[in-house]
């Protein structure tokens, strides 16, 4: 199984202020998503980060507020932008590998914004 | 209404003994099924995918009723260690890749 590691864990941000969380795969995937979930939430999907072009964001996120990097088959970064309250949350990493393409998380990392 | 649909529970089972829940999803197109399974501050990490004559891994039993639109989990002889969030996951055919939806989970508490 893919192994999944995320950067920061954890962190309190002050509102108006920009995170970047890495995420780390220990192997070359086709696919990788960003996730978030708020506490006794489901996950929902922030956006397909797409190898080589512009990411690909679900209905209610966009770019400018989430923007993404992918530059290559095993990492990537969301980074999420001018912060508020309300995006306080767990963000997770996601690939997908293996001959049934199962999907795979990373630790997450958790968001207090101030 | 929602994709998915799940009890949130929580079902307090005693050791040992059987417990069973279900979740339903709203696309009748929906093509994949899992159960993944969520511990309290953990990522979701994959239980066992669901197939259309129902499938059993060890003590974990699952079931897909199409025409009812609806999976199911079965856990015989709880152990503590089976105390966690259950989400049930549905692939939506919008596209190629197959994007999955999560339902909100079903917490499950196995006591001693």
């Known amino acids: 199984s893919a192994v999944i590691s995320q950067k920061p864990s954890r962190d309190i941000c002050q509102r108006g202020t920009s995170l970047t969380i890495q995420c780390q795969v220990d192997?070359?995937?086709?696919?990788m998503f960003w996730y978030r979930q708020q506490p006794g939430q489901s996950l929902t999907l922030i956006a397909t980060?797409?190898?080589?072009?512009?990411?690909?964001?679900e209905s209610g996120f966009v770019i400018d507020k989430f923007p993404i990097s992918r530059p290559n088959l095993t990492f990537s970064t969301l980074t999420v932008s001018n912060m508020s309250p309300e995006d306080s949350s767990i963000y997770l990493c996601?690939?997908?590998?293996?001959?049934?393409?199962?999907?795979?998380f990373g630790p997450g990392t958790r968001l207090l914004v101030l | 209404r929602k994709e998915v649909e799940q009890d949130p529970g929580p079902f307090n089972v005693p050791e040992g003994a059987t417990v069973a829940f279900n979740c339903t999803y709203s696309?009748?197109?929906?093509?994949?099924f899992f159960w993944y399974r969520q511990d309290c501050r953990k990522e979701p990490k994959l239980l066992m995918s669901?197939?259309?004559s129902g499938n059993e891994d060890g003590r974990f039993t699952a079931q897909l009723n199409r025409a009812s639109q609806y999976i199911s989990l079965l856990i015989r002889d709880s152990k503590l260690s089976d105390s966690a969030t259950y989400l049930c996951?549905?692939?939506?055919?919008?596209?190629?890749?197959?994007?999955?939806?999560f339902g909100a989970g079903t917490q499950v508490v196995v006591t001693p």
């Open positions: 996601s690939a997908r590998q293996g001959p049934w393409e199962t999907q795979y």
């Open positions: 192997s070359q995937v086709t696919m």
């Open positions: 980060a797409n190898q080589g072009s512009e990411a690909t964001y």
């Open positions: 696309n009748s197109a929906s093509q994949s």
């Open positions: 669901v197939y259309s």
């Open positions: 996951v549905v692939t939506l055919p919008t596209d190629s890749w197959g994007k999955l939806q």
